[in-house]
């Protein structure tokens, strides 16, 4: 395998919802404060706040802290909504936004609110044309676009984005088809488990073994070509546990998800021990797989800033 790009470390924490208005802004003025780069949210159904006044309630409050999805679902809104609402936020915010954007997969989502449950092929042929009908908005001038999905026609996208020609698109996959797009197109490439089911289960923990995350960069390697430099490596850390006992943490963590030990020791979807521990961990999996754009959940914005301040950046 070529060697993967050695990028800057970055931090993001993905965060859904708080107890109201006040809480969620310090959160988000906790994160600028302990050095996380960026905030990203989910995209649901669910209890979660909803990702646009979220998103830009938190630009609002803060002065360098990025925001975006993890990651928007293309079934949700139409493309050209959705691109006039990011430029938006890229205006507002002064050029803080990154475009995460994917195929959706719970399907949860779409049984209670009634939008059709595609096949994943269906999903993923649509969510490619509108990855390019966000493209075509944010472009200098009107265009149009002739897909199976979506039509465009002379339209202008405005306004147009701070950040030229568009914001960092950060695609995230766990299967061949969509990693293979993510490394031909996206600024920023996310290594993801195997949600094809529509839920968390078994296979997506087994999705999660470093193995299984060598067979997937391996895939963006080879499709990336010459673009490869350019890529930003994403993962998100589902298991953070900042602890000095990392043993009885790795222990407790497999008996938990009935997952071999090792297979927990050595996930790059965790981030477990001591800060000294979590550090050399990241600077090893930066090396293996080029990830270097690390984000953890709301709830590690205190714990793991030790971590943060001693990598980021570097």
Sequence with gaps: MPSLPQKPFRFGIQASHSVDGKSWIELARKAEANGFDVLTMPDHFTEQFAPIPALTAAAAVTSSLRI????????????????????????????????????????????????????????????????????????????????????????????????????????????????????????????????????????????????????????????????????EMNIRAFIVNVTEDRTAAVDALAGFFKAPREMVDSTPFGAIGPPSAIVEQLLAQRERWGFSYIIVGGDDVDSFAPVVAQLRGK
């Design 68 to 231: 975006g999805a993890l990651v928007f679902d293309n079934d949700y809104k139409h493309p050209v909504v959705l691109a006039k609402e990011l430029a938006t936020m890229d205006v507002l915010s002064s050029g803080r936004v990154e475009i995460g954007i994917g195929a959706g997969w719970m399907i949860t989502d779409y049984e209670q609110a009634g939008i059709a449950y595609d096949t994943p092929g269906v999903r993923v042929d649509r969510f490619i044309e509108g990855v390019k009908v966000i493209q075509g908005c944010m472009a200098d001038r009107p265009f149009s676009f002739s897909g199976k999905h979506y039509t465009i026609t002379g339209y202008n996208g405005l306004p147009k984005p701070v950040q030229r020609p568009c914001p960092p698109i950060l695609i995230g996959g766990g299967g061949k088809r969509v990693l293979t797009f993510a490394a031909q197109n996206a600024d920023i490439v996310g290594i993801n488990p195997n949600l094809k089911s529509g839920a968390i289960d078994g296979e997506t923990i087994g999705h999660m073994s470093a193995e299984s995350v060598d067979e997937k960069v391996g895939i963006v390697v080879e499709a990336a070509g010459d673009r490869l430099d350019h890529i």
